[in-house]
């Protein structure tokens, strides 16, 4: 059987990821969460015969190294982060706490037998994007903002780790990724919650700032297979792999659909600008998750559908 750690499993992606690890009945998964920013609601539901959770904070070295010592974990999943554009510009300090958690997880890991870790960053490492699409290793990085600069210190140290020590890894950049269980203040979610209601969506500045949308599915069904590609040796590769959509989309437009969709009241309100953070457009490179996949991705119509047709978003 294979033991695997999740942190940061009572998030929105993370808690969807151990639901799909724990599908299979040849891994037994612990999952740590601090509950900061997670929801021990979005645990899985399914009895508890190959999987538990732990409260737990990675960034406090005794608590994960209690559970890294109490298991041996043959992989890890690193997803615990403080997380969303505006949580992370209130509070960048907390933010820079995440580089403890780093050095605590890949510690423990490389004085154990962890084959490999998989650690989530993020689409705002490629900072204000000066080519597109955003190819993993071809466009600069040039992030500013904390968030960014902390996940690009990630990615740092989770090479340099296995240049000294041998620790391999997979760099997950994901781009905005949405589904029934994501909370209600980031934009997807907050714009469907908005119209459902028939209550304002307040978008900033013009609108038309872009971005792409990824359904939870196709980020989960990628991540997976990466990870049982690894397992059975199909491919050992130390990489980064851009996990997204790239059906590029502004954010008034998203809102005028979500509207559409739902047949809302809702009127559309623009706010000033944010001084800092919203970039104006992310479009990935996504050559390598559609290799994984071998499939076209989920159309953000019918994620929309999809959510709205799920009750644990209700």
Not at 54 to 78: E, G
Not at 158 to 176: A, C, P, Q
Not at 190 to 204: C, G, H, P, T
């Amino acid at each position: 059987m294979r033991t695997i750690l999740v942190t940061g499993g009572a998030g929105f992606v993370g808690s969807c990821l151990a639901e799909r690890l724990i599908s299979d009945p040849e891994n037994y998964v612990v999952i740590v969460d601090d509950l900061s920013t997670g929801d021990i609601a979005k645990l899985p539901k399914t009895p508890q015969t190959n999987w538990r959770f732990i409260k737990c904070n990675a960034n406090n070295y005794r608590d994960i190294a209690a559970v890294m010592h109490s298991f041996q974990f043959d992989y890890v999943f690193h997803y615990a982060a403080v997380v969303g554009v505006l949580r992370t510009q209130m509070y960048p300090v907390s933010v820079l706490h995440d580089i403890t958690g780093f050095e605590n997880v890949l510690n423990l890991s490389k004085n154990s037998h962890v084959k490999r870790i998989y650690f989530s960053s993020s689409s705002e490492v490629y900072g204000e994007p000066v080519e597109l699409p955003q190819n993993e290793h071809t466009t600069p990085l040039n992030s500013r903002v904390p968030y960014a600069v902390v996940k690009n210190i990630g990615e740092a140290y989770v090479k340099s780790y296995h240049k000294e020590f041998g620790l391999d890894y997979t760099i997950f950049r994901f781009f905005n990724t949405y589904g029934p269980k994501q909370s209600k203040d980031f934009v997807m979610s907050r714009f469907i919650a908005l119209a459902l209601k028939n209550k304002d969506i307040s978008i900033y500045g013009d609108g038309s700032q872009s971005r792409t949308f990824c359904f939870i599915d196709d980020n989960i069904e990628a991540c997976y297979t990466t990870f049982m590609n690894s397992v059975l040796e199909k491919d050992t590769t130390n990489d980064i792999i851009n996990i997204g959509n790239d059906n590029e989309i502004s954010i008034l437009d998203l809102a005028k659909t979500i509207v559409d969709i739902t047949g809302s009241k809702s009127k559309i309100v623009h706010l000033p600008p944010l001084e800092e953070g919203d970039m104006q457009r992310r479009l990935p490179d996504i050559s390598k998750m559609r290799k994984i996949l071998n499939r076209d991705l989920l159309p953000i119509e019918d994620g929309i559908k999809k959510i709205l047709a799920n009750p644990l978003f209700l």
